[in-house]
Structures are given as structure tokens and as C-alpha cells.
């Protein structure tokens, strides 16, 4: 599938946007850039205009000899987990070997201040952008398609991306975690998770592989991302025992979630993995280190950063690349779901 292009003069200018305000240019870039001098009405027509068009102002015009600014946007939801961090660590190092530089946002895995900043970012005209996950805003979607920049989505997999997309299939890993439960012996496995859409997916995959199997619906605990991280395991685990006390094994949405329940089931006197499985996502690296050592579906972040600095980097020369790229995962069965293994000390 051929990528689109890395520049044209499809971006709209300012004469594009004055025009579509029924103004003059000048007039225009003042109701951007000092609306103070502007009648309201006036400023109002500029702005419907931009929403329209999905004009970005330059910040950086008449400063720059070449179309080039070495420069690559990239946005992820947290640093707070290891998998992102990785990612973000591969992505930017591979660039800057080739002597780009990276500037960072964080989405907190909303959309709406993913859009914020690419509008805020793209009027300093980066030679790229790449961002975490492929559920965008219509207006970022209509500023990067009018930006005409080349755009690496890294984390998740689709077959027809914006340019270039690397990744994984969330759906597939739910499934296969369902499946890895079913598969050690447990009849009722729960899921607890955040509200992110992508731990969303993986629960949608883990309900089709119940259904698949003809087993009871799963229950399901589920919990805002923006809640405090401290506590969450407790929480999560009351809930669980209270809501679905069948449950006999849960998958949880991280590593560090996992870890939480697993410290609340010492807590409370259950049994890992005998009366309860605990499966992690992320392979993180205390993974192993847990009483007992945890059960997790490992995803190569690193791997997913460099991959995507390379295909970035490749489309900014102008070359075509393989518009998505499925890094895959792998299951890392541990004894928090044996149920054959002794009784943690």
C-alpha cells in the first residue's frame, strides 16, 4: 500500500484561510496572532475558518532557509509504564542517532489533548509526528491530512492506517489471554481493567474467546485511568469478590494492577494460583520477582519504538514503506497461573 506523500503544497495557507474568511490575509494573521487588534465578529469568522480548513499557523515562518527542521513530534498517553516508557526510549534514541530531535506530549490517554497538542506542535512544522494508538479526534485526523507530514502510529495494529501504523492486535491478546487461563485449568477467569481504549479491546478479544469456547460471560472491573494508581489492586480485587465471588482467575489490564491484587490476595488469605490465577500485560521487570512470579502477556515495546523511528525516518526521506507492521505478542506463563505449582510462602 503506497504511503502518502512526505510534503505537498496541499497544507491550506493563510490566503487559503483568508479567503474562506472573507478577509484580507493581513487581517487574517492578525486575528490569529494579536486578536486584541480585531472586531469580534471578525475573529470569529477567522477561527470557523480554521476549524474548517484545518489551517495551522507557522510559528516558525520567515525563520527557517530549508523546509526541513530535523525535528519529530511524538505524543504517548504516560510515562508512568515501563512498555511506554521503553517505546519512548527506542523511538527517541534511533532518531537521534540520525541527529533528529524528539519534543514529547502526553496524551493522560485522552484524545482531546492528543488534538491539542498536534495543533500546537505543527505550527512549529516538525519534519514527522508519531503517535500512540490509532483512535484520534476528526479534527487531528483533518490536521494531519492537511499538514501532509509523514505520521507513524506506534502500540496498535491496523491494516489501513493513517500512513504508517506498528504494532500489535489488542483484540488477538485478549483472546489469547482468555485462552491461557482456560487452558490452565480455570472455569470462571474475570477481567479487571482501566477505561483506556486499548485495555478495552483486549477485553473485547478476551469476551470473544469466552463466547468461542461456550464459556460463562466474564465479569468485568472496571476502573478510570485518571483514579489515584495507589490502592487500585484493593479496590479492584473487593470489587471483583463482591460483584462475580465465582471468579476464580483475573486478567488484568497491566503488570503493575496485577501486582496489586496479587498483594491484596496475600492480604486476604487467598491462594495464588490455587484459588485465584492472576495474569498480568506488560512483562514488566518485576514481573518475575512477584510472590509468585506473575504470569503476564509480554508485548516488545522497545522493538515498537525503534521500528517506528526507522519507518519514520524512511518516510521523511521520501520512501515507501509497509504501511502496518504486527510486532505480535507472546504469553509468559508463571506460577501465578499453575495451578499445579505449591502454595506461595
Known amino acids: ?44 469568522r477567522v477561527v470557523q475558518a480554521v476549524e474548517q480548513s484545518g489551517y495551522v499557523p507557522n510559528s516558525l515562518a520567515g525563520g527557517l532557509t530549508s523546509r526541513q527542521t530535523r525535528l519529530v513530534a511524538a505524543i504517548v498517553p504516560s510515562v508512568g509504564h515501563s512498555l511506554f516508557s521503553d517505546m519512548l526510549s527506542a523511538l527517541i ?21 492528543e488534538e491539542t497538542w498536534l495543533a500546537a506542535m505543527l505550527s512549529r512544522r516538525p519534519d514527522g509526528v508519531v503517535l500512540t494508538g490509532t483512535e484520534h479526534t476528526a479534527r487531528t485526523r483533518r490536521l494531519l491530512l492537511n499538514a501532509d507530514i509523514p505520521v507513524v502510529e506506534l502500540w496498535d495494529y491496523m491494516p489501513h492506517p493513517l500512513d504508517v501504523a506498528i504494532g500489535f492486535c489488542q483484540e488477538d491478546a485478549g483472546r489469547a489471554a482468555f485462552r491461557h487461563l482456560r487452558a490452565c485449568g480455570y472455569r470462571r477467569p474475570a477481567i479487571v481493567r482501566s477505561d483506556d481504549s486499548r485495555a478495552q479491546r483486549r477485553a473485547q478479544g478476551f469476551l470473544r474467546a469466552a463466547a468461542e469456547a461456550d464459556a460463562p460471560e466474564p465479569a468485568q472491573i472496571v476502573f478510570s485511568e485518571q483514579s489515584p494508581q495507589a490502592g487500585r489492586g484493593r479496590k479492584v480485587l473487593d470489587a471483583l469478590r463482591a460483584e462475580a465471588p465465582q471468579a476464580d482467575a483475573v486478567f488484568c489490564s497491566s503488570d503493575a494492577l496485577a501486582q496489586g491484587v496479587l498483594a491484596h490476595a496475600h492480604a486476604l488469605g487467598l491462594q495464588v494460583p490455587q484459588q485465584l490465577g492472576v495474569l498480568g500485560f506488560g512483562d514488566q521487570a518485576l514481573a518475575a520477582d512477584c510472590i509468585p512470579p506473575l504470569s503476564t502477556v509480554r508485548v516488545d515495546g522497545a522493538q515498537i519504538g525503534r521500528l517506528g523511528a526507522e519507518a519514520l525516518m524512511a518516510r521523511m526521506r521520501g520512501a515507501a514503506v509497509a504501511a502496518a507492521q504486527d510486532v505480535g505478542f507472546e504469553i509468559i506463563a508463571r506460577a501465578s497461573t499453575s495451578l499445579g505449582a505449591p502454595p506461595a510462602s
Open 1 to 44: 500500500m503506497p504511503n502518502r506523500s512526505t510534503r505537498s503544497s496541499a497544507a491550506p495557507t493563510l490566503k487559503d484561510l483568508a479567503r474562506l474568511a472573507g478577509v484580507s490575509p493581513i487581517t487574517a494573521s492578525r486575528a490569529l496572532h494579536r486578536p486584541e487588534l480585531v472586531a469580534e465578529a471578525t475573529r470569529a
Open 93 to 113: 534514541t534511533t532518531l537521534a542517532a540520525q541527529r533528529y530531535e524528539t519534543t514529547l506530549g502526553i496524551s493522560s490517554y485522552e484524545v482531546e489533548h
